[in-house]
């Protein structure tokens, strides 16, 4: 990042900081992916916050920005293995935060399935969690209660710019990553799984692309709306891959299985927008098919009669490429400070809640300040 850009962003955040302040001390345990941006978001946390620890998704980080943020926090390792045993989970804040107040800022639901325990049983205070992404929303609306107020900023408007630019960077990491090996994906047949706003920012760039596209969601409201758009929809997901030559899952909740693997045109190219732990089942391919990497960032995975290509290791494919979104991220990230401030005044009861739209009409006149100038 050059010097007048990271000038300019240090003058945003301090904005926002100073708009949506803290009340009183707390500490924030940050998972999130580091990218060349994120050190200036770490940076406004710790204004606001003592930031006890730094746990980077595994496959979005970038060295230069690991570096960065090492020499300033303590950065853990993340894995869903440590939030989702209870006790892992307990036991890493007891060593991490003891004793105090603190707000865990998610990225997928990691913290959901310990949720409860650490907040009956630690010897500090869970004032709540900020998570930023639809199936980490999806997780904690599943939770039969909630004990402490859980704030998503997921479905905000402020989200919606970032969520069609991440669709459009999808489809460019896709396609550069078939080009590598001599394809190209113009005429093809192409199916999206799940038609929320990533999906539907993929469907509607596809077609720009000159791609035939299919829509496949569960909920039948989301069919209805890709048919309005005029995109074919099917009833189900073994139609809508039964022959596609490009698959790209976007629905954060287990794409596709074994079976969905097995009824995959030969050749076809899969590709997530999130975490394969997430979207794709490829532990139950584990001796059934070989798998050999074709190029940088694409696995070709074969049995007796049968072949499909993976890209980035069912990764975020966008991620191969940085996932830039421009400044349109620091809309979001705003509103995950502002959420921050928020909780630590108490001012959420226990559930599910969103910011109210004043306080996101206050974080998008700060952002068109600094940058829609």
Known sequence: MESPEKARLQAYFRRITEQFPT???????????????????????????????????????????????????????????????ATSAHDYLETTVPGRDVVLLDIGGYFAPSLDILVDKFSGRIRGVVEDTENGHQRYAALDQLRCPVISVARSPLKDCEDHLVGRSIVFSTDA?????????????????????????????????????????????????????????????????????????????????????????NGAYVASVTSSEDELDLGSLDGLYRRTPVEQQMTRYETTGHYFYMLADGGAVNFVHGAAVGSYIHLVQAEILAATAALSGNRYDSGLHELPATDRDAIATVWLDHFAR
């Open 23 to 85: 009340d009183g001390e707390i500490s924030s345990l940050i998972i999130t992916h580091l990218l060349p941006e994120r050190p200036a978001f770490l940076a406004a946390m710790a204004r606001i916050s003592t930031v006890a620890a730094v746990l980077p998704k595994p496959r979005s980080v970038r060295e230069s920005a690991l570096a960065e943020v090492r020499h300033a926090y303590p950065v853990h390792d993340l894995s869903r293995e440590l939030f989702s045993d």
């Open 177 to 265: 990553l078939v080009r590598s090996r001599g394809d190209i994906l113009t005429s093809r047949g192409a199916v999206v799984i799940g038609f929320g706003k990533v999906g539907r920012a993929i469907a509607q760039t596809l077609r720009a692309h000159d791609l035939r596209v299919t829509v496949y969601d569960r909920d039948p409201v989301k069919r209805v709306q890709a048919l309005s758009q005029g995109f074919w929809a099917t009833a189900s997901c073994a139609e809508a891959i039964r022959d596609a030559e490009l698959v790209l899952c976007a629905t954060g909740n287990m794409a596709l299985r074994q079976r969905d693997f097995e009824a995959l045109r």
